[in-house]
């Protein structure tokens, strides 16, 4: 009896914390920490084991709350995904020169969808958009 309640908190604890929103701001600075070590990575195993993290973390942050153009956050977040699926298959068949050619275009996807997240400016806080 005493383990059927131990389990029945175990399982309740863990969707209460299933539902806690995501902190878009820290899981986005872990996924950027994740894409560096694949950049960084000197062999296969290192480069597997950070790109799927990488991985991991960008599906996290497709559970995050969108405000501005949610829409097309999601979009850019797809196509990461897919990048990072594509330099992973590269790296298995090719080599790491070939998966950080792919990696570049993560960079690129996340320089363009960053401009719809960024904080209005100065001039544009005070006369609107």
């Given at each position: 009896m005493k383990?059927?309640?131990i389990f029945f908190t175990l399982l309740f604890s863990s969707l209460a914390f299933a539902d806690q929103?995501?902190?878009?701001?820290?899981?986005?600075?872990?996924t950027g920490l994740a894409y560096k070590q694949a950049v960084q990575a000197t062999d296969l195993v290192e480069f597997n084991i950070a790109i799927d993290k990488f991985i991991?973390?960008?599906k996290v942050s497709k559970t995050a709350k969108f405000y501005k153009e949610p829409e097309q956050s999601l979009q850019g977040l797809d196509?990461?995904?897919?990048q990072a699926e594509l330099a992973k298959?590269?790296?298995?068949?090719?080599?790491l020169a070939e998966a950080k050619a792919s990696l570049k275009n993560i960079d690129d996807l996340r320089k363009k969808y960053?401009?719809?997240h960024e904080p209005p400016g100065f001039f544009e806080l005070l006369f609107g958009s």
């Open positions: 383990s059927f309640y929103p995501v902190d878009l701001e820290i899981n986005m600075k872990n991991k973390l960008v196509k990461v995904i897919t298959n590269a790296a298995n068949e090719q080599g960053h401009k719809l």
